[in-house]
């Protein structure tokens, strides 16, 4: 405990840590292993939390979308230890859940038993099940588990209604390309909804909010490139991707660095100014420090660390 405080509270050695870190998780995945905790949301949880977090989610996926219901073929993206959200998604209309997740998070029985028995009691949940409530007995349900969603996305023959995230795309490897071929993989009117985590998931958790990005790229692909931490995409680059795709979408601002709370998803210029001024000042405070690429971004792209992507697929487009 002792040393891990010394480690977390000087940043040269934190990025030592996570370099060897990362390095011993190269080699876990040349062994095939993709066990993780990470996303394992629900442990320890209680049943009633559990069930409240993924009625939270499920009603976030229609608020952004501003949508009345699912239908069709859905893709969920990084759903974690529980298949909840999905059996949400369902029970609302979708014909069928293609959950894609590279990791294979680690999962506590018992517990996902008592969530699964406690959602098949609902109302339009119990014919979801083919057998006792567990997630491989769920009806329309395709699990697939080990498979990086950049993979699945460029080689799947299935097409998709909409393609949904939350705090996932900030793992992958390389998200624009993702998004592409997520982009491709779209019904016409198909719709991606994807909230991001631009935060640095607590790697320096013992510094400035933004220390992340003081990194330089090559010392951050040593830290992260195996383990799935943050690659550090923000606002801007999403927004380019945007702009040059075939597609009508937007980004709504989620979270302001130094604040602790999420904002309801808006516009820059909806937020109030007392918050952004907040924000700016804690950009400012770090900026000189930052990498040559973060130091030369706007203060305001700097100051958002959350954001909501949502686009839809136009009728036109092939």
């Known amino acids: 405990m002792i ?24 080699k876990r995945l040349k062994n095939g292993d993709l066990k993780t905790t990470s996303g394992t949301r629900h442990s320890g949880m209680s049943l009633k939390n559990s069930i409240d977090y993924i009625d939270r989610v499920f009603k976030d996926y229609l608020l952004y979308g501003n949508l009345n219901s699912f239908s ?8 974690g230890d529980n298949l909840g959200v999905a059996l ?23 517990e996902q038993e008592q969530i ?22 769920i009806k329309g349900l395709t699990y697939n588990s080990g498979v990086p969603a950049e993979i699945f996305f460029k080689e799947t023959n299935e097409k998709f209604d909409f393609i949904i995230s939350r705090a996932v795309l900030e793992h992958l490897f390389d998200p624009l390309d993702a998004l592409s071929y997520m982009f491709k993989t779209l019904n016409p009117g ?26 330089n790229d090559n010392t951050w692909k040593l830290m992260t490139n ?11 680059d999403y927004q380019r991707w945007l702009t040059s795709s075939d597609i009508n979408g937007k980004i709504f601002i989620s979270r302001l660095v130094g604040l602790n709370e999420d904002l309801l998803p808006q516009r820059w210029d909806q937020i109030p100014q007392d918050l952004k001024d907040k924000a700016l000042t804690k950009v400012e405070a770090i900026k000189p420090k930052l990498s040559n690429r973060y130091r030369r971004m706007k203060d305001t792209d700097l100051a958002i660390t959350g954001c909501i992507l949502v686009a839809k697929k136009p009728f036109h487009s092939k």
Do not use: Q
């Open 88 to 110: 949400c998604i369902l029970a609302n209309g979708a014909e069928n859940v293609h959950a894609i997740d590279r990791w294979k998070p680690e999962r506590n029985n018992k």
């Open 226 to 236: 195996n383990s799935g931490r943050p690659n550090r995409v923000l606002v801007p």
């Open 3 to 26: 040393l891990r405080k010394i480690i977390k509270n000087n940043i040269s050695l934190t990025c030592l840590w996570y370099i060897i870190d990362n390095w011993l998780a190269g």
């Open 116 to 137: 699964y028995k406690a959602l098949a009691l609902r109302k339009g949940f119990t014919n979801l099940f083919t057998g006792p409530p567990n997630e491989k007995n």
């Open 190 to 215: 198909g719709m991606l909804i994807h909230r991001i985590d631009l935060r640095d998931h607590g790697m320096f958790s013992e510094h400035h909010p933004l220390t992340h990005l003081t990194i």
């Open 72 to 79: 069709g073929n859905v893709a969920e993206i990084g759903p």
